[in-house]
């Protein structure tokens, strides 16, 4: 399985982004668990900003709390943040984390990934 990441960019203070991930490529059946949306902006940590488990339960980091939103489509193996009124502190390289049950023929392999990170910036 793999993740890939998409929707980064630039925008002004204020303004919205939808950043997606979708799970795929396993030549199995595969089932995602929590997934989740991570940031590090430079010379800072990782931090994680939102996860959303299997059956949609949710959590954010306090400084995105009433302005961010993290969903996900099940069916689709896919998990979205969408971002409003961005801030400049919001600047950063956001990846997707995820964590997966793999059922392979010779048994179920359960393992973790990263997509690439997208960049996102907030300036004026």
């Known amino acids: 399985v793999q993740l890939q990441a998409s929707g980064g960019g630039s925008v002004q203070p204020g303004g919205s982004l939808r950043l997606s991930c979708a799970a795929g490529?396993?030549?199995?059946?595969?089932?995602?668990?929590?997934m989740g949306w991570y940031r590090q902006a430079p010379g800072k940590q990782r931090e994680l900003v939102a996860s959303i488990s299997n059956g949609g339960m949710t959590n954010y980091v306090d400084s995105v709390k009433g302005r961010f939103t993290i969903s996900r489509d099940n069916a689709k193996h896919t998990v979205y943040l969408q971002m409003n009124d961005l801030k400049p502190e919001d600047t950063a390289v956001y990846y997707c984390?995820?964590?997966?049950?793999?059922?392979?023929?010779?048994?179920?392999?359960?393992?973790?990934?990263w997509g690439q990170g997208t960049q996102v910036t907030v300036s004026s």
């Open positions: 490529g396993s030549a199995y059946k595969f089932r995602v668990n929590d």
């Open positions: 984390n995820a964590d997966w049950l793999d059922f392979q023929p010779m048994g179920t392999v359960a393992a973790r990934g």
